[in-house]
Structure formats: structure tokens, C-alpha cells
């Protein structure tokens, strides 16, 4: 994804968190997993788990980056990197739970992958976990890539 991309993304999520549809989406997820009341760690990896499960990942055409709405993406049960990030923070955002996008170089020196930033209240405290929904399904919330440079927006 490329740096200008990134606030055509945040308008997306922007828009979306307010949708009551994508809400709706992110409550019925939380309801099927019977979350707890305040459990906010456990409706991220709830809201995770759905979007890496039911999202499969597929590239665009070389040469050409197309970022999705949410509902899009949904719908057509597919997307890219960005594609996933935009759906992820989008139905984060609209329970409450504060994002950030996190764009990385992992093999070279241009930015190649994007993946969320989610804030999870813990003990009085903001805790910035990584959420990339792209990445073998072997590995857990949390984890992290590899990467020679990074940017959070």
C-alpha cells in the first residue's frame, strides 16, 4: 500500500464505524462467541477470529491497488491486506475500541503490508496490540511480522 493510500483507508473506516449495519455486524459476532459485558480483549479476538476465518486473503492485479468498504468486503468473503485492515478497524470502531494502521516494509525498503493497531483497555491502561488477520491462521493475535521499516497513521 502506498503513503497516500493510507487517509482514502481512514475515511473508509471513518465512514463505516458509524454505519449501523457494520455495528450490527461487530455486536452479532460478539453475541455468537458469548462474550462478556466489558470483555474488550475478548471482543477483539472475537472480531479478529471472524475476520481472518471468514475473509479469505487474495491479492489484487500487480500494479493496481483497490481498497474496499467493509460491507464489500464482507459480502464478497475476500480481500487483500488492506482490505482486511479497512473491515477489522472498521468493526472495532464501531463498538468502541480505538484503532490505528500500521503500514511496513518487510522485505525491502517500499512499504508492502498493512495490518491494525487495536487499543484494548487493560488495568487502567491503553495496550496497543497487533492485529494481523492475513497470517497463517497458526499464528495467534498479537504477533507480529518481521519488518525493516514501519508507520503508524
Known amino acids: 500500500m502506498r503513503i497516500w493510500r493510507i487517509g482514502d483507508a481512514k475515511r473508509l473506516i471513518e465512514k463505516a464505524k458509524y454505519n449501523p449495519f457494520v455495528k450490527s455486524i461487530a455486536v452479532q459476532i460478539i453475541k455468537r462467541r458469548k462474550v462478556p459485558h466489558k470483555d474488550y480483549l475478548g471482543q477483539a479476538r472475537a472480531i479478529f477470529d471472524f475476520v481472518r476465518s471468514r475473509v479469505k486473503y487474495i491479492k489484487d492485479p500487480v500494479g493496481y491497488d483497490q481498497l474496499s ?3 464489500r468486503t464482507v459480502y ?3 480481500g487483500d491486506c488492506e482490505d482486511h485492515s479497512i473491515l477489522l478497524a ?5 463498538i468502541g475500541i480505538p484503532t490505528k494502521l500500521k503500514l511496513v516494509a518487510t522485505r525491502g525498503p517500499k512499504y508492502d503490508h ?3 493497531l487495536a487499543g484494548i483497555p487493560l488495568d487502567s491502561k491503553v495496550r496497543w496490540m497487533p492485529l494481523d488477520t492475513t497470517l ?4 495467534p493475535m498479537g504477533y507480529e511480522v518481521s519488518y525493516k521499516k514501519a508507520r503508524v497513521f
Not at 472498521?90 to 464501531?94: A, C, W
Open 114 to 116: 498493512i495490518y491494525v
Open 136 to 139: 497463517a491462521r497458526t499464528k
Open 69 to 71: 468498504p467493509p460491507i
Open 76 to 78: 464478497q468473503g475476500y
Open 90 to 94: 472498521s468493526l472495532l470502531e464501531s
